[in-house]
């Protein structure tokens, strides 16, 4: 079975603070994706990736950088957490082509005070 | 730029009858590929079909069919006999191979909230 395990579950974090949300896949996926889920609003894309050390900028970029310097990890990183930046966090990942099949991890719910 | 809209906020079915939930899609490549996935209150993404824009039926996956109208952009997903166990939000999404690149981009809409009514 695909694996996408994302390293925390739940986390309180303080404005101002730099957050690392850190994703695994265990079925050597090229491709890999963060998006945030608000209600109303959907999944939106944030980035992903096609490659170990390539990063494309999704819908919303903005506040958010990303690290994958092994084909596995996916790491999603909030340089200064805002209020604004409180939601779900899904990572995804599938192999690269148009039918593939995308899998999520469980999410990861990232509260900023 | 590519789009994903769903009309339907929230749904409501009455057991053992079908449903049609709706997505309409924007994209100027001919080649994509289209998902529909259900996410329970439990949280988990679940995979429930997929159809490709050059595949010439429509996908049906058990209780599952997809209403492609390539044409109209759309793909509607339809689910037959409903069951209590389908109450959860559903997501359209489009997956496309972004042009002179080697890469895809999956983006998602907004989603549709059925709830299946005993």
């Known amino acids: 079975d695909v694996k996408v395990t994302q390293s925390s579950r739940y986390l309180v974090k303080r404005t101002g603070e730099k957050v690392f949300l850190e994703c695994v896949q265990d079925m050597d996926h090229e491709n890999m994706f963060w998006y945030r889920q608000d209600p109303g609003l959907g999944l939106r894309l944030i980035y992903f990736?096609?490659?170990?050390?390539?990063?494309e900028k999704g819908d919303i970029p903005e506040g958010y950088s990303v690290s994958r310097e092994k084909k596995e990890r996916f790491s999603l990183i909030l340089e200064s957490a805002s209020t604004n930046q409180t939601s779900m966090y899904l990572c995804?990942?599938?192999?690269?082509?148009?039918?593939?099949?995308?899998?999520f991890g469980e999410g990861s719910w990232l509260t900023v005070v | 730029a590519q789009k994903i809209t769903q009309t339907q906020p929230g749904m409501f079915v009455q057991e053992k009858e079908a449903v049609t939930l709706d997505c309409t899609y924007d994209?100027?490549?001919?080649?994509?590929?289209l998902f529909w996935y259900k996410q329970p209150s439990s949280g988990e993404m679940i995979f429930l079909i997929y159809q490709g824009s050059y595949d010439q039926q429509n996908a049906t996956e058990g209780r599952y069919s997809l209403n492609f109208q390539k044409a109209r952009k759309s793909a509607n997903l339809v689910i037959s006999a409903s069951q209590l166990g389908d109450s959860a939000m559903y997501f359209c999404?489009?997956?496309?191979?972004?042009?002179?690149?080697?890469?895809?981009?999956?983006?998602f809409g907004p989603g549709t909230s059925l709830s299946v009514i005993p």
């Open positions: 994209t100027s490549d001919p080649s994509y590929g």
């Open positions: 999404a489009m997956r496309e191979r972004l042009m002179k690149t080697s890469y895809d981009k999956v983006i």
């Open positions: 995804a990942s599938s192999f690269l082509g148009l039918g593939n099949t995308i899998y």
């Open positions: 990736s096609y490659d170990v050390k390539m990063k």
